[in-house]
């Protein structure tokens, strides 16, 4: 069974930062997607950045010029670097990964909260 444990979440004011861990143990193919989501009561959980182990990644827009995602494939372990922090970033925010195989697999952390309050 893969597990996902994330840390790093908190309270921050606008314009700080905050960085975001993950970790994945168990079963886990090699070929991968890492990434975060993101969610606020009432909203669709969006996509805030990903990365594959080969090192594609991916930014929502809200994210461009402001976040970085990185990973060290060795330790199966993810990262979000969040720089000038906006009120508007406030969500909980959940791990992922993904993998194919035969089937998709997707799998969860339990979330994090951040939240970004003068």
């Known amino acids: 069974q893969v597990q996902l444990a994330e840390s790093g979440g908190g309270l921050v004011q606008p314009g700080g930062s905050l960085r975001l861990s993950c970790a994945a143990s168990?079963?886990?193919?090699?070929?991968?997607?890492m990434g975060w989501y993101r969610q606020v009561p009432g909203k669709q959980r969006e996509l805030v950045a990903s990365k594959a182990t080969g090192g594609t990644t991916n930014y929502a827009d809200s994210a461009k010029g402001r976040f970085t995602i990185s990973r060290d494939n060795a330790k199966n372990t993810v990262y979000l670097q969040m720089n000038s922090l906006k009120p508007e970033d406030t969500a909980v925010y959940y791990c992922?990964?993904?993998?194919?195989?035969?089937?998709?697999?997707?799998?969860w952390g339990q979330g994090t909260q951040v939240t970004v309050s003068s």
């Open positions: 992922y990964l993904h993998y194919l195989v035969n089937a998709a697999y997707n799998y």
């Open positions: 168990g079963a886990i193919y090699s070929t991968n997607i």
